[in-house]
């Protein structure tokens, strides 16, 4: 049942306790360690499907699993959603300075939709504008758990960011989230002059987020809206009802679970029938053709990674430009992995590197 108030994530991070302040320095400490050192606290490597996962990768999983915390699942939503925020901020790192930032709200068809607009320190009228939707299997995730991922792409990039807090599961079933994701798009790219920026918007999301961003591009070619600049879908969650090979070699282990993919999906739809449709899942859309320049960014042990091998595959011989950056010895979702660690924060930095190509074009 849908509540009279609207539910979104948090737009401030919750206070951290004493434990997990300290874990949050571990995990920095951890990432900053020399090779070597990290290689034997990560112990045997882990090679799976042709693929090694990165030491510091492989100890850092060491060290999570032997927390003693119950996964989100097992959780109340209250509790946790404030895990996946407090997880965001131990590992998001040091803030990113930009050159502003500012909450505002967006119309929404069931309420205003919240946003925080990130802008760089040089923004001006020619500043492009990239619309990020956040991840959390539609159910979890917040614009303050983004806040390190939208302060890192503004600053690299040199874009401004909209980060959107759109509505979640399971009190708002799909299609909220969806429809929250179209207007929030759809209001970016009508009001990018009363923004004091140029009419160039992009659309980025990770995991559920880079579902909504690539739903976001198939509303927008169909309904005759604005098309998108650029679409760079991160760790993109392409398809609930997916049984590729990724789902089961990485089932377990790996941070992302093939059993809080399920918990998210069943949260999100109330009737299960609907995870083949392309409105949720654009890997079932019939047609990709029209779509914007799209950027993959994924992991190697991740268990939706081949929906974005496939999704990618499938634009191509649609005739759409498409780029991506693979990181083969990463987990999901490694683009929120800027404080610990070196090759998550090397990949984002590749990745907003191209995002400033894509959005600079005329």
């Known amino acids: 049942m849908v509540t009279s108030r609207p539910v979104v994530g948090a737009t401030t991070p919750p206070t951290p306790t004493v434990f997990e302040r300290l874990t949050r320095l571990g995990v920095t400490v951890l ?68 050159g502003a930032v500012r909450d505002l709200e967006i119309p929404g068809a069931d309420g205003p939709i919240p946003a925080r607009l990130y ?7 020619d500043t492009p504008l990239a ?17 390190p991922v939208s302060r890192f792409l503004t600053h690299h990039a040199e874009v401004a960011v909209l980060s959107v807090g759109y509505r979640l599961a399971p009190e708002h079933p799909f299609p909220a989230s969806h429809e929250d994701a179209v207007a929030a798009y759809s209001w970016a790219a009508a009001n990018t002059g009363k923004l004091g920026l140029a ?3 992009a659309v980025i999301g990770d995991s559920a987020g880079g579902n909504l961003a690539a739903i976001v591009s198939l509303a927008a070619r169909d309904r005759g809206l604005p098309l998108p600049v650029a679409q760079i879908l991160l760790s993109p969650w392409l398809d609930l009802a997916s049984d590729r090979p990724s789902r089961t070699l990485f089932a377990d282990g790996f941070f992302l679970t093939a059993a809080q993919i399920d918990w998210y999906r069943d949260k999100l739809l109330e009737d299960p029938a609907l995870a083949t449709d392309p409105r949720v899942s654009p890997l079932h859309a019939d047609d990709l053709s029209g779509l914007p320049p799209t950027l993959f960014g994924y992991a190697g042990f991740d268990p939706i990674r081949d929906e974005s091998r496939a999704y990618a595959a499938r634009l191509r011989e649609a005739g759409v430009e498409v780029d991506e950056v693979f990181l083969p010895g990463h987990v999901h979702p490694f683009s929120n ?26």
């Open 31 to 98: 990432g900053a360690l020399p090779d070597a050192v990290l290689s034997r606290i990560a112990g045997t490597p882990t090679e799976i499907d042709g693929q090694r996962l990165e030491p510091e990768v492989q100890a850092a999983l060491r060290i999570l699993h032997a927390l003693p915390e119950e996964s989100f699942e097992d959780l109340s939503l209250d509790k946790g959603r404030r895990q996946i925020d407090v997880e965001a901020w131990q590992f998001g790192g040091r803030p990113v300075p930009v």
């Open 119 to 125: 802008l760089p320190e040089a923004a001006d009228t």
């Open 131 to 147: 619309v990020y939707f956040h991840g959390g299997g539609f159910v979890l995730g917040s614009i303050a758990s983004h806040d």
């Open 199 to 201: 009419p160039r918007v």
């Open 337 to 362: 992995v800027l404080g610990a660690g070196r090759t998550g924060k090397t990949a984002t930095q590749e990745i907003a590197r191209k995002l400033g190509e894509l959005t600079a074009r005329r």
